[in-house]
């Protein structure tokens, strides 16, 4: 079970876009997805059709099973662990726990193994215990980036985040794809950003972009992800590229399934 935290502490650059969209591409290419919302902002839960106040809430303050919170969506292989603005005073409580950061990566270890190929979490977009208890829940961080200005600074900023938590709560975790998801071929802006980017971050960078569409912005107002809204469009063919692109980088798979087994053996 590959285990991706979506985030970028900026707001507006596309995590909960990807989430939903690279979850239903997956979810499409036959791969079992869940998609845990960790932002009370509840944006992703919303465009999935399902927000539940207090289910990912019960969790963080009285360590429910996370597996109680899990809610199907109207797509094939796509479920979904809802927030809503409850979350906002999990965070504020949380706060006074010793080790509030490892509730989430305790009760992921506790989900069933083998029900899930991919968990996704949408990250609010601040650095906070939210976004921390992803990044020490997952093994991987994808990092959505817009291309209409130059994000290298915020980026430097999340990449030394990414390796204090790897330090502090979790020596699995990796970047393992910074994806472009507002590109806009045409202006010479979008083609410099992808470049810096992967003079920076190199192989890291998918080689799949996101091209600017309507029709990601319609989708929400019809609760279904782009693939489904509009499956012929342009985006929803890149959202696909994007998905096969991202199930191949697979090599890290193995590693995390021996640390899970390892985890239980414990
Ligand atoms: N490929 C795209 N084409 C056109 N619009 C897009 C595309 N991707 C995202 N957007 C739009 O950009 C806006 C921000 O996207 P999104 O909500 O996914 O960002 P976010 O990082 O989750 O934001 P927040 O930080 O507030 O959670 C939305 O209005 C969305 O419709
Ligand atoms: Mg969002």
């Known amino acids: 079970m590959r285990r991706i935290a979506v985030a970028n502490q900026k707001g507006g650059v596309g995590k909960t876009t990807t989430v939903v969209n690279l979850g239903a591409a997956l979810a499409e290419q036959g ?8 932002d009370p902002q509840a944006n992703a839960s919303t465009w999935l059709g399902t927000v539940d106040a207090r289910a990912l809430y019960e969790v963080f303050e009285n360590g429910a099973p996370l597996e109680k919170a899990v809610r199907a969506t109207g797509v094939d ?15 504020r409580n949380a706060t ?10 305790q009760a992921v270890d506790e989900l069933p193994h083998d029900q899930w190929d991919y968990i996704l979490m949408d ?13 020490a829940a997952c093994n991987e961080v994808l990092i959505p980036v817009q291309t209409r200005v130059m994000p290298l600074a915020g980026l430097v900023a999340l990449n030394q985040t990414i390796d204090t938590v790897k330090l502090r709560l979790n020596r699995r975790l990796r970047l393992s794809a910074v994806l472009a ?12 950003v992808v470049e810096s980017l992967r003079e920076r971050f190199g ?4 080689e799949t972009m996101i091209r600017e569409s309507v029709r990601v912005a319609e ?10 809204y509009a499956p012929d469009s342009s985006v929803a063919h890149d959202y696909r590229a994007a998905a096969a692109e991202f199930h191949a980088r697979s ?7 021996a640390d899970g087994r390892l985890q239980r053996a414990r």
């Open 31 to 38: 791969r079992r997805v869940l998609v845990i919302d960790l």
């Open 77 to 91: 292989n796509l479920d979904l662990v809802p927030s809503s603005s409850w979350m906002t005073r999990a965070e």
């Open 96 to 105: 006074t726990q010793a080790g509030a950061e490892m509730i989430l990566r």
């Open 123 to 135: 990250c609010p977009p601040a650095l906070g215990l939210l976004c921390y208890s992803a990044l």
């Open 181 to 192: 998801s507002q590109v806009d071929k045409r202006t010479a802006l979008s083609r410099e």
């Open 203 to 206: 192989d890291v960078v998918m």
């Open 219 to 228: 989708a929400p107002g019809h609760r279904l992800p782009v693939t489904i």
């Open 251 to 257: 090599a890290a798979d193995g590693e995390t399934q």
